[in-house]
């Protein structure tokens, strides 16, 4: 079609003048700016990094920020135009199916995923992931990709030995095994009983219940009877047991894992018993060791025999810990016992080994028949599609080569199974062509997608009824997995990698500045002696942060409750953080917020803008970052080689730590620093009056005042160096500042009303961007504008809500890997 | 109380001859598949994240408007003037091994040059051009040793991290690499490669280790048959990926080969008790000692004889290692603060402190006595960062080579490298890898052998 292709060129030609006329300043020939020229643009777009360079300049285009503000500025009709070519250039020449690109789609389970799949696959609660090499990771980057996710001899060895602990671990010997129990008491009369939350002393129930002997592999129950003691005001409190290394002697570095939390409450006035479950495998065993008594050389040598113990744990907390208030005004839990007892399981075998070793008319009579039915049924589960005979045929003869060198029929299914376990199908995530297959890669993908492992078994049905291709039908089967709890999951892997939660965990916080901020101190005691292994606050922002994004999905809410909402979750430990006053109790639930709350989205929330900080004072660049990758979509880039540290300034020096935006203005002029710069600081300062640790806080100190730190001898209590602060804190903060479109803010809250007013495209596509990449488990390309695209508009017509969101990817061409 | 990476008095036990490990050197030599007893040549890597502290050289060589100013008490490098070695306070733990240490300024990478501000580590000990297309790293140079020579050891190299795994492009947690696209994992749990290391049969008998062997080589070619009967099933880009598990399927192999070779020899009897494997980044000495006894450990065993170690990534943003200097110093940021603050109270000590650890790693294989010298005679040390005092430039490295006193090498001096006499970095490890006995002819961009630091 000659006119058709004559009209094309000229329209081609139109935008190469745009772009000649306001980019080639900086795009042209030679040395340009982000190594993109866009002088011969779009006519040079041939490879796939030409297409991404579409698509970046498309976006700029877009959203505005380029060309910036200091050069010509096109009219907006021109760049309406400009726009639309382009956007007409990817419809027609790319297409949108980014399946068939030379990305590939298949990638190895991600430890997470590997975790979960296995946990599910042979139901035992087992952690295998930390035996493998850990995976990599970006922040604000999903890293399930196949580029993250890579093989090696290694790695591959080291699911060779997963696979052996797990089979090990599934399957039992026929004859029920020795049980190992352990039982210890607090007698009224003989010993304390009460568990405070610190001052506990010897013989109490913090000493913990010492376990001798246990088996190698085994599901364990141990149970405790307990109740609390509430002084008046106090309503609930985590009792929590852990099992591990002794934590009696140690200050921080014994390893211990969660054996499980009860809340006690202040109607349990009874005592109660309360069970748990987990498996033996997952607890660290303090190996024995042997020491000198009176630590001389000649004392006797005394040997302490490898042990675990089962410690239990009062975590109230309610915020006021660190104020040196006394003992009596804390809940206690008392304690009258906790027994111990493994393997335990109410039938024998128990039920995750006869789920595999099922039983069968052919179990003792033909044991070859049998070995290939336990083969068929496990295979479908682990591979998580139908299994094709010849590979049946295959798992089979290796089960023959083991059962012919042992006769124990356990140990000859327990190698074959744990040949499937380490073998690519199991390993991987394949994409394969087999049109046989199509439904169970579909219902292989929501299920990661959802939650992070393998399809369960309704979902397995409707894939071989071959239902999963009608859009209510998966419509209502993602409605259903969000609301299975394996969905939490998802919204904890989802909200960590999306927003880079972990930083808020490892940044160092400034002690002296935020005293006990980590830790707790009551009366009497000083810095230092710490009551170790009890989570933070910063663990308890950690929680708020997830809980916040999976109420968000859960209750459908839109995606720019992301920037603004008028609930928070908090629990009592955070609202007393944040100066809320009125929450009451240690599980985390949605308070409805005051406008004089300060809070009030992600932006406020303790984890972001901690995790930001350098750990003494608030970073703007650092949460600037945060805000345009996270919230904005933008990439930004690492900062490049050879820029001048800042060190040449002369007020750079580490006390003077409040003179930092004063520093980044100055910054921002020298030319070398300005060109990024620019771009990120004017975000970043709108977060000012939010402190290091993410209290509001709008009143400082007056530049170049030496702040002290917390000093135990001046400041009687917490309190009086809290009043220290406010009292030397004279000058409003300035959160002023000038966004590179040139509008002017003056608090977050600006900040948060300009982004839902003039950003909330951008912030609705970077959601949809950020969902389905995690969904597609992939990096997105030039070849998925136009899916994003049509996925904001349909947001967009369902009000932006983020689970009807997740919904509309599930049903997406490229999500069910259809051809468009 | 903190536990001690060595319990009292087993340091003293251990000091000196290695008296734990109860096996002879000579006899672990017979172990090699040489006829002849041949001593080892070893190598070793370490890599230490965002620079270090030298004020009057910013950009890594001396600036000459400083140049009049007497050489900086705290400074990374340890004197002035080329030629042979004083100590100033931060390279103070070497002192007492001056005779093995030499400092070379005004190498780097050009693979290395345009990498973001701390991608370079990525590329430390391989030299490769990553900013091409592919983004791809190559092989790294224990590696290239460990291709030729690796099959004389239990192991053919000893990958070791702080973080552990691979990490990601351009912030590797690795400092070895197979060949492109393939970074191994670095290990970073002490218990778990002093098992790997001392304990690879799990206490089984050599029975049914060979059965175990046996096995798995029958599996594997099972597991081949099965992943290559998929490969028809898949596109072409997905055929790629499902390539890097055969590729680690053959890996184990050789793996498994190797161990097949290696169960007649006795293991080395090396007594765990005198380290604790548990210890943790919490407490960063003790951490650290304990890596570094398990690297000396394996080298004095010959159980492998080359070796990496990334004491810290460039990415410790996420891990406890970023707090260090807090730990030991109160400093109230992280580790990569320091490199953009360079705060002068703190920089040199944190310097210093991370030479003693690799002081005190040097130390124990100068102390170990090997035939007519020492261990540290005949490993070749390297320690140094990709970037010098400014916090993201990538040029002109502080490094420091020491050891290999019998492989040639002649210490005690400070070499510049500078203006016209500016060479890759990759000429160093040509001559590394020619003075351990593996005859390349060319490593990343070398462009010949370092004649300064050998022997004349």
């Known amino acids: 079609m000659p006119i058709a292709a004559a009209q094309n060129l000229s329209n081609n030609d139109q935008q190469t003048d745009f772009f000649h006329r306001y980019c080639g300043d900086c795009h042209g020939e030679t040395d340009p700016k982000a190594e993109t020229s866009l002088l011969h643009f779009p006519h040079s777009a041939s490879t796939e990094k030409d297409w991404d360079k579409v698509v970046r300049a498309l976006t700029k285009l877009q959203s505005g920020s380029m060309p910036p503000l200091d050069y010509p500025q096109p009219l907006p009709k021109e760049r309406e135009a400009a726009v639309n070519q382009l956007r007409l250039k990817l419809r027609n020449e790319l297409g949108s199916d980014s399946n068939k690109t030379l990305t590939p789609n298949s990638r190895r389970l991600s430890n997470f995923e590997y975790e979960n799949t296995i946990q599910d696959l042979l139901g035992i609660d087992l952690h295998l992931a930390k035996h493998l090499p850990e995976d990599p990771s970006k922040p604000y980057r999903f890293n399930q990709t196949p580029d993250f996710l890579r093989m090696t001899g290694e790695r591959l060895q080291r699911y060779q030995e997963n696979a052996r602990r797990a089979l090990d671990a599934v399957i039992v010997d026929p004859t029920p095994p020795k049980i190992h129990q352990a039982r210890r008491e607090w007698i009224p009369e003989k010993n304390p009983r009460e568990l405070a939350i610190e001052g506990n002393k010897r013989g109490s129930p913090a000493d913990g219940l010492s376990i001798k002997t246990w088996p190698t592999h085994g599901t364990y129950r141990v149970r405790i009877k307990a109740s609390g003691k509430f002084p008046e005001g106090t309503t609930d409190f985590p009792l929590r047991l852990v099992m591990g290394y002794s934590l009696a002697s140690d200050i921080g570095a014994a390893p211990f894992t969660t054996v499980g939390t009860v809340y006690l409450k202040k109607s349990d006035d009874h005592s109660q018993v309360y069970e748990f479950f987990g498996r033996i495998e997952n607890h660290p065993s303090e190996p024995e060791r042997q020491y000198r008594r009176g630590g001389t050389r000649t004392g006797n040598l005394v040997t302490i025999p490898e042990a675990m113990v089962i410690t239990p744990q009062n975590l109230f907390d309610d915020g006021t810990l660190n104020d040196r208030l006394d003992l009596a005004t804390r809940p206690t839990a008392v304690i009258d016992w906790i027994d111990f007892e493994s393997p335990w399981s109410e039938t024998w075998p128990p039920p995750h080994h006869q789920r595999i070793l099922f039983d069968s008319p052919m179990q003792n009579k033909d044991s070859a028949s049998y070995a290939r039915q336990v083969i068929e049924t496990f295979l479908g589960r682990a591979f998580r599609r139908p299994v094709r005979k010849e590979e049946i045929d295959r798992y089979v003869r290796i089960h023959e080569i083991h059962h012919l060198e042992t006769d124990n029929f356990e140990e000859a299914i327990r190698k074959t199974l744990a040949a499937a376990l380490s073998s690519s199908n199991f390993l991987y995530h394949i994409n394969s062509k087999d049109v046989s297959f199509q439904q169970f890669q579909i219902a292989n993908r929501l299920s990661y997608f959802l939650w992070g492992s393998m399809p369960d078994e309704p979902l397995f049905e409707i894939a071989t009824a071959g239902q999963l291709n009608d859009p209510k039908v998966i419509e209502s089967q993602v409605r259903r997995m969000l609301a299975d709890p394996k969905s939490r999951r998802f919204i904890d892997q989802l909200s960590r990698q999306w927003l880079g939660l972990d930083k808020c965990i490892s940044i160092p916080i400034h002690t002296k500045r935020f005293p006990r901020f980590l830790h707790l101190v009551s009366r009497g005691q000083h810095a230092g002696d710490e009551v170790p292994f009890r989570p933070t606050i910063r663990d308890a922002m950690v929680e708020e942060t997830i809980a916040y994004v999976g109420e968000l999905i859960d209750s459908n809410q839109t995606c720019f409750s992301l920037i603004d909402s008028d609930f928070a979750m908090l629990n009592e430990r955070l609202a007393s953080h944040y100066g809320i006053t009125d929450v009451r109790g240690h599980q985390i639930r949605r308070v409805q917020l005051t406008p004089k709350s300060s809070l009030g989205g992600l932006m406020t929330h303790g984890s972001i803008l901690t995790g930001n900080s350098t750990g003494s004072v608030p970073h703007p660049v650092y949460r600037a970052v945060w805000l345009r990758e996270a919230i904005l979509g933008d990439e930004v880039r690492d900062p490049p080689a050879d820029v001048p540290s800042l060190e040449e300034n002369p007020t750079d020096k580490k006390d003077q730590t409040l003179t930092f935006a004063e520093r980044l203005n100055l910054h921002r002029t020298k030319t070398s620093c300005r060109e990024c710069h620019a771009w990120l600081d004017p975000w970043g300062l709108a977060f000012e009056q939010y402190d290091a640790i993410g209290r509001f806080q709008p009143m400082v100190p007056p530049m170049n005042t030496r702040i002290r730190g917390y000093d135990p001898k001046k400041d009687e209590t917490l309190s009086d160096y809290t009043k220290y602060l406010t009292q030397i804190s004279t000058v409003k903060v300035s959160a002023s500042s000038t966004l590179p479109d040139g509008t002017v803010i003056n608090s977050l809250e600006d900040l948060k009303a300009y982004l839902l007013t003039k950003k909330s495209n951008q912030v609705a596509t970077s959601v949809v961007r950020r969902l389905l990449s995690y969904a597609l488990g992939r990096d997105l390309n030039a070849h998925d504008y136009l899916t994003i695209e049509s996925l904001v508009e349909k947001s967009k017509s369902n009000g932006y809500r983020l689970q009807d969101l997740i919904v509309s990817i599930c049903q997406s061409p490229v999500f069910l890997n259809q051809a468009q | ?456």
Request: glycine content about 8%; hydrophobic content about 30%.
């Open chain 2, 1 to 456: 109380m903190k536990q001690k990476s060595w319990h009292l008095n087993r340091r003293e036990l251990l000091r000196g001859a290695g008296a734990a490990i109860s096996l002879p050197l000579l006899e672990s030599m017979c172990w090699s598949n040489t006829a002849a007893p041949t001593l080892p040549k070893r190598m070793m890597v370490s890599y230490f994240s965002y620079g270090a502290y030298m004020p009057e050289a910013k950009s890594g060589v001396p600036d000459q408007r400083l140049a009049d100013q007497p050489h900086p008490d705290w400074s990374w490098w340890p004197c002035k003037n080329p030629g042979p070695l004083s100590f100033n306070e931060s390279s103070s733990p070497f002192e007492p091994l001056k005779h093995y240490v030499s400092y070379l300024q005004g190498l780097d990478h050009a693979g290395g040059w345009k990498l973001g501000g701390h991608s370079s580590g990525d590329v430390f000990a391989t030299g490769a051009d990553m900013t091409g297309l592919d983004k791809t790293n190559n092989i790294s140079i224990d590696q290239v040793a460990a291709r030729l020579n690796g099959h004389q050891t239990r192991y053919p190299s000893l990958v070791l991290g702080t973080e552990g795994g691979t990490g990601s492009y351009g912030r590797c947690k690795t400092l070895s690499h197979l060949g492109p696209g393939r970074p191994i994992p670095s290990l970073n749990k002490p218990r778990e490669i002093f098992d790997r290391l001392f304990r690879p049969y799990d206490g089984q008998d050599k029975t049914s280790v060979q059965q175990n062997l046996k096995n798995q080589t029958s599996l594997l070619d099972l597991v081949l048959e099965e992943s290559r009967g998929l490969q028809n099933r898949l596109g072409a880009a997905d055929q790629r990926k499902l390539d890097e598990y055969l590729q680690s399927v053959r890996e184990v192999e050789g793996r498994v080969a190797r161990s097949s070779r290696w169960i007649d020899r006795e293991l080395p009897s090396v007594d765990a008790s005198t380290l604790n494997l548990e210890v943790t980044e919490e407490d960063p000495e003790n951490f650290l000692r304990c890596m570094y006894d398990l690297i000396f450990l394996a080298l004095q065993t010959d159980t492998t004889r080359y070796a990496t170690f990334m004491l810290e990534s460039e990415q410790s943003g996420a891990s406890e290692l970023q707090n260090y200097a807090h730990y030991l110093f109160g400093y109230s940021g992280n580790t990569h603060d320091i490199s953009h603050k360079r705060p002068d109270d703190i920089s040199g000590r944190w310097d210093q402190w991370r030479a003693k650890q690799h002081a005190y790693f040097l130390k124990r294989l100068r102390d170990t006595p090997e035939a007519d010298g020492n261990m540290l005679d005949r490993t070749v040390v390297l320690w140094g960062s990709a970037h010098p005092h400014q916090a993201h430039n990538t040029r002109n490295y502080p490094i420091q080579l020491a050891g290999g006193n019998q492989l040639g090498f002649q210490h005690g001096h400070l070499h510049q490298f500078i203006g016209d006499r500016k060479v890759p970095l990759a000429n160093l490890f040509l001559s590394m890898l020619h003075s351990v006995g593996i005859p390349v002819d060319q490593f990343a961009d070398s462009t010949g052998e370092m004649s300064e630091i050998f022997q004349p």
